[in-house]
């Protein structure tokens, strides 16, 4: 499955964005979907997963301003971002996997087969 992923921009501390992630040679619903961010100098970070089976997950800094969503008519998975601060700066990606694994290994980046190209989150102070 292809990935692409759109809907970063510059944001003030509060405010808030949706990022989308298009999936195409493949239905998102029969993938497990995630998020992941990578601030300059640090490594790629858990933040969301929407699994094939329907559940979801966040990493726990982020539950509550956060929400991951999938519309399976338009083959996409969005993530919807609150109350945002400037430490949510960071590179967003979309991720895809096929593979039946356990919960604690779909936080890991490198569980994952396919991955967007990323897109820029600025959060303002």
């Known amino acids: 499955v292809q990935l692409q992923a759109f809907g970063g921009g510059l944001v003030q501390t509060g405010g808030s964005l949706r990022l989308s992630c298009a999936a195409s040679?493949?239905?998102?619903?029969?993938?497990?979907m995630a998020w992941f961010r990578q601030a300059p100098g640090k490594e790629r970070q858990f933040v969301a997963l929407?699994?094939?089976?329907?559940?979801?997950s966040y990493a726990d800094s982020l539950k509550g301003r956060f929400t991951i969503s999938r519309d399976n008519a338009a083959n996409t998975v969005n993530l919807q971002m609150n109350s945002l601060k400037p430490e949510d700066t960071a590179v967003y990606y979309c991720a895809a996997t096929k593979r039946r694994l356990i919960l604690s290994a779909l936080w890991t980046p490198g569980s994952y087969d396919s991955w967007g190209q990323g897109t820029q989150v600025t959060v303002s102070s």
């Open positions: 929407y699994r094939s089976i329907g559940s979801t």
């Open positions: 040679g493949g239905t998102v619903s029969a993938s497990n």
